[in-house]
């Protein structure tokens, strides 16, 4: 089967992608709790077919990971697999879903032992910056309308890996009319500012630029942009905050003042703010603690946006996913088999 996300070097280094800082607090390995009196411990979340998230309907779908609801919630775990041949495989990743009249939340939680989110930081030596490092990642795919081969095939439906050259393979579809919905939750990129970005894939625009076929949804303002210098050797800004920050949001970037940092200072990649538009309307929220991440991300079943997916239940949805450990192309670690969401 082909594997999801094949060819996502240039969207996932340059795609366009929870609340401040770390989004909500880390939540538990167990259930969560229901509150109330002591008593026997809460039991377990039912589990959920092979393959299949089940979603069920609650008053309010919420963005807290440790929100009650999530006990009620059966829970999904799939195993990703490498996308490339001879890289490791991925983690299991376990997902549960809930949804009210308006909208549609998805927790998904997986084991990483490291917390990644210095995608490009500039580490200062004294006279001189280098910039490393990337970020953890977690993508869905969703089919926008009708798609029977994605259906059956899930995600290899929209990957084009025939060619032997791994640099050449895409994601999309050679029809006009077939496109897909991208939720691209970043750790770095879009976790703070409290959003997943969302994107899309369809033909390729430039046959020779396998990324032309993927696109970012429109937006009217704010997202991330990079902290660089007209020269490219170091950061253009600092945080206002100080210089042991781990981020910098719009509003908070003052210039760069050299004399205020001491060797091994880091300083941010990026300045953030959340996506305004199409592109902002995956919320999420995201916690890494105790070697995992646990985040939810919320949209609306309807956005209203052609760019997107439009979920109506009972109708159920094929859907693909990939997890990213720090890196991003081919580094991504896919579930090879085609996943559902139904509806209860």
């Known amino acids: 089967m082909k594997r999801l996300l094949s060819v996502l070097l240039p969207m996932i280094t340059a795609g366009g992608l929870l609340a401040a800082c770390g989004g909500g607090a880390p939540a538990p390995s167990s259930p969560p709790s229901t509150g109330g009196q002591a008593g026997p411990a809460p039991a377990a979340p039912p589990a959920a077919k092979p393959n299949t998230l089940t979603a069920i309907k609650v008053d309010a779908a919420p963005l807290d990971a440790n929100a009650n609801v999530w006990a009620n919630a059966p829970r999904l775990e799939v195993a990703a697999k490498a996308a490339k041949e001879g890289n490791p495989d991925g983690p299991a990743v376990v ?172 300083i941010p990649g990026y300045i953030l703010s959340k996506a305004v538009g199409s592109r902002g309307d995956v919320e999420a929220s995201g916690a890494w603690a105790d070697g995992k991440w646990v985040i939810v991300m919320k949209r609306a079943l309807n956005t209203g946006y052609e760019d997107d997916a439009a979920f109506t239940p009972p109708k159920p949805v094929p859907f693909g996913l990939a997890v990213v450990d720090n890196g991003g192309g081919l580094e991504h670690a896919v579930v090879p088999d085609v996943l559902t969401l139904e509806w209860k």
């Open 95 to 266: 997902l549960q879903a809930v949804y009210d009249n308006e909208s549609i939340a998805i927790r998904a939680e997986w084991a990483d032992p490291t917390e990644s989110i210095l995608k490009n930081a500039w580490t200062w030596d004294g006279t001189a910056f280098k910039k490393s490092s990337d970020e953890d990642r977690l993508m869905f795919a969703w089919p926008i309308g009708n798609n029977a081969e994605f259906a059956s095939k899930g995600c290899g439906a929209a990957c084009h890996n025939t060619d032997p050259d791994p640099e050449k393979w895409w994601m999309g579809s050679t029809s006009a009319d077939v496109r897909y919905d991208n939720w691209h939750w970043k750790s770095t990129r879009t976790n703070p500012a409290g959003y997943a970005d969302d994107q899309w894939w369809n033909i390729l625009e430039d046959p020779n630029k396998p990324s032309s076929s993927r696109r970012n949804d429109a937006k009217e303002s704010g997202g991330y942009a990079d902290n660089v210098n007209d020269d490219k050797t170091g950061p253009k800004f600092m945080s206002s905050k100080g210089v042991d920050v781990k981020f910098i949001f719009k509003g908070e970037e003052v210039e760069l003042d050299t004399t205020k940092l001491s060797p091994g200072a880091v």
